[in-house]
């Protein structure tokens, strides 16, 4: 099975700051990785897919990068809404694992 | 609007089964692959299951695989995932999801609400 690790685990900054989360692959998965934000007691919400693809209605300050094992995604500045965990998830083979989740906390 | 309804959780003793459902609205159901995906409490996600739009094809985790059964009736509009064998690390709220796109098997971009779980004697 593809393990993913991100990192931090977990994140304290203030609205403006720009964000940089970071998750690897235990081998290589091409671009299938998608990432989604949560915030507590709701469901999941795709933010981009495709590594790099920004899924509709998501507000451009989200991007995704990266290929292969690492991958990135960025929140150009942070806005109040965005204080959330978020979970990458890997498509390339079953079981499509997620990562451990980095939370993203008000300094 | 899509809509992704579960229900059939509840609390359940070690070794037990328990079957929820989904009942899906607002898309073509026999279209779309779905999935159930777990959270434990205070835990991150784990993917569970997967299916085919079909139905013909089925995916598990290593963790539930032997013990759990996803499935999906078209005519109904309806996702299941029976549990045998429960233990308690199956504990979690369970969610149905549906997959971004057509004809394939891809990320999630709907969710319903969860459904708890709790195996406990």
């Known amino acids: 099975d593809i393990q993913l690790t991100q990192s931090p685990s977990f994140l304290s900054a203030s609205v403006g700051d720009r964000v940089t989360i970071t998750c690897r692959a235990s081998q290589g998965i091409s671009s299938y990785l998608a990432w989604y934000q949560q915030k507590p007691g709701k469901a999941p919400k795709l933010l981009i897919y495709?590594?790099?693809t920004l899924q509709s209605g998501v507000p451009s300050r989200f991007s995704g990068s990266g290929s292969g094992t690492e991958f990135t995604l960025t929140i150009s500045s942070l806005q109040p809404e965005d204080f959330a965990t978020y979970y990458c998830q890997q498509l390339n083979s079953y079981p499509f694992t997620f990562g451990p989740g980095t939370k993203v906390d008000i300094k | 609007e899509v809509q992704l309804v579960e229900s059939g959780g509840g609390l359940v003793q070690p070794g037990g089964s328990l079957r929820l459902s989904c009942a899906a609205s607002?898309?073509?159901?026999?279209?779309?692959?779905m999935s159930w995906v777990r959270q434990a409490p205070g835990k991150g996600l784990e993917w569970v299951s997967a299916i085919s739009g079909s139905g013909g094809s089925t995916y598990y985790a290593d963790s539930v695989k032997g013990r759990f059964t996803i499935s999906r009736d078209n005519s109904k509009n309806t996702l299941y995932l029976q549990m045998n064998s429960l233990r308690a690390e199956d504990t979690a709220v369970y969610y149905c999801?549906?997959?971004?796109?057509?004809?394939?098997?891809?990320?999630?971009?709907?969710w319903g609400q969860g459904t708890l779980v709790t195996v406990s004697s």
């Open positions: 495709a590594a790099s």
């Open positions: 607002g898309f073509t159901f026999s279209s779309y692959a």
């Open positions: 999801a549906k997959d971004r796109e057509v004809a394939t098997i891809t990320e999630i971009d709907y």
